[in-house]
């Protein structure tokens, strides 16, 4: 189930950051990509959260710092489908804390 997550997010994670480029130089993101990016790393985070109910401890941390790092791309997906454009502020946070929250899943598992 760990490995399971590791490969989702890391392939969100790549997709993301093609993404973080499209809004960095003012590009349109492309749609398919965002549509791929979201549920590959939700999926991810939902087993990081199951991995929490059944473990604990540092798991909840980084199921945490994934959830509210998906809040913010939920943002950044529907400001850009309004036309507003994802905000590039936000999406430089979104990506930092997922990324903060990805190193926390690797102590997690570093450390069970």
């Not at 093609?18 to 130089?25: G, K, T």
């Not at 549920?39 to 059944?54: E, N, Q």
């Amino acid at each position: 189930m760990v490995i399971t997550a590791l490969v989702l997010l890391v392939l969100a994670a790549l997709l993301g950051a093609y993404l973080l480029m499209h809004v960095l130089r003012s590009r349109p993101t492309p749609k398919a990509i965002a549509f791929v990016h979201g549920p590959l790393a939700a999926a991810g985070v939902v087993l990081v959260i199951v991995k929490a109910i059944t473990e604990g401890g540092i798991w909840w941390l980084a199921g945490a710092l994934f959830v509210i790092a998906a809040a913010g791309g939920a943002w950044l997906i529907v400001s850009d489908l309004r036309g507003t454009g994802p905000a590039k502020p936000l999406a430089m946070l979104h990506g930092l804390l997922a990324v903060t929250a990805f190193g926390v899943l690797l102590y997690a598992i570093a450390h069970t």
